[in-house]
């Protein structure tokens, strides 16, 4: 499984979604006045079973495009949309001044990656938002919750 020590799966890194963040908005049609919206804005990602790397199974971001707010995800089988409908309270995650989740993990990965003992499986979920990343790492009988300032990478606690 992702987050498993022994044997680390492939996952989809933060750039491979992100990087396609453009064609993440929702689709309005053929109406070229509707598409010609200003640039989709990331308002939130959680990522579920990344590896020691910073690598997630699945990837989840709201998007907002124009007007509209969506739910869209990706794994390794491909992408989904949905209309998000709730109240979104999130601030614009400006990708160009946060550390991505690749270069979190290697600047803390004595607090990331749990010592080698047995056949320890961790499992690892992070979430962006509001410029802190939440990562829980939880382990038979243990979990443990850890967040980091996303411009500078720094552990807060």
């Not at 959680?46 to 707010?69: C, F, P």
């Not at 962006?128 to 038979?140: G, K, M, V």
């Amino acid at each position: 499984t992702a987050g498993d020590v022994s044997g680390e799966p492939q996952g989809l890194t933060f750039s491979d979604v992100t990087n396609r963040l453009g064609d993440m908005g929702p689709d309005t049609g053929n109406d070229p006045a509707s598409n010609a919206s200003a640039p989709a804005q990331l308002l939130y990602v959680h990522g579920i079973q990344l590896n020691e790397k910073g690598d997630a199974a699945i990837w989840t971001l709201a998007v907002r495009s124009g007007n509209q707010t969506s739910i869209v995800t990706y794994d390794l089988r491909g992408r989904h949309t949905a209309p998000w409908k709730g109240e979104v309270r999130w601030k614009e995650i400006q990708l160009d001044s946060i550390v991505p989740p690749e270069a979190l993990f290697t600047r803390n990965q004595a607090a990331i990656t749990p010592e080698q003992g047995g056949n320890l499986t961790v499992t690892r979920d992070l979430v962006l938002s509001d410029d802190t990343y939440t990562l829980t790492l939880t382990a038979p009988g243990s979990r443990k919750i850890l967040t980091f300032n996303a411009t500078t990478g720094e552990q807060l606690t």
